[in-house]
């Protein structure tokens, strides 16, 4: 299917891009609606959608901000996105005591680790340190609007930050 639609963009468009980048951009495309649908699907029938809206929106924030462990296969990274997502959306956690200490740890981490396992980025090395204050400030935020469903999302991942971590998993071949 992916030779299909690289081919397809190849003989339609005016100037396209060399087959490997067209194809990379294809397999991300599907890797991410891979995710996507599945969490908004579940999230449809259990009247959840707004909170997986957030959630989602605010992993990706984070992790472009932030970055993190990568697996290296395509399916472990989706099927733990879709789960990772699905935890931040489904356990409820309270705000005061619970909510807030996992919320300055997680600004904690980021202030620590953020941006970790970058090293495939284009973005120069001289603006992390704004990425680290953007996805603590982000972190922060949810001081104000005290949601489980945020605190869960910043708080798994800043854990992926955390180079031991990735550094454990990428050990096992996942």
């Known amino acids: 299917m992916t030779d299909k639609i690289v081919h ?3 003989t339609h468009a005016d100037d396209p891009a060399p087959s490997s980048v067209i ?3 294809v397999q991300i495309t599907f890797e991410t609606v891979a995710v996507i649908l599945p969490l908004f699907i579940i999230s449809l029938i ?4 707004f909170s997986a809206l957030l959630s989602c929106t605010l992993f990706m924030i984070l992790r472009y901000l932030s970055g993190g462990l990568h697996f290296k296969k395509p399916l472990t990274c989706n099927v733990l996105s ?3 997502l699905l935890i931040s959306i489904y356990v409820p956690i309270p705000f005061y005591y619970i909510g807030a200490i996992m919320t300055v740890c997680a600004s904690l981490i980021f202030l620590y680790t953020a941006p970790s ?3 495939r980025r284009r973005i120069p090395v001289k603006y992390n340190y704004l990425l680290k204050t953007a996805a603590v400030a982000i972190v922060l935020t949810n001081l104000i609007f005290q949601s489980s469903v945020y605190t869960l999302t910043c708080f798994i991942q800043s854990i992926t930050t955390i180079p031991y971590i990735w550094k454990y998993m990428n050990r096992y071949k996942f």
């Open 8 to 10: 397809f963009i190849e």
């Open 23 to 25: 194809r990379y951009g």
């Open 46 to 49: 259990t009247a959840d959608f």
């Open 82 to 84: 879709i789960l990772i």
């Open 117 to 119: 396992n970058t090293n």
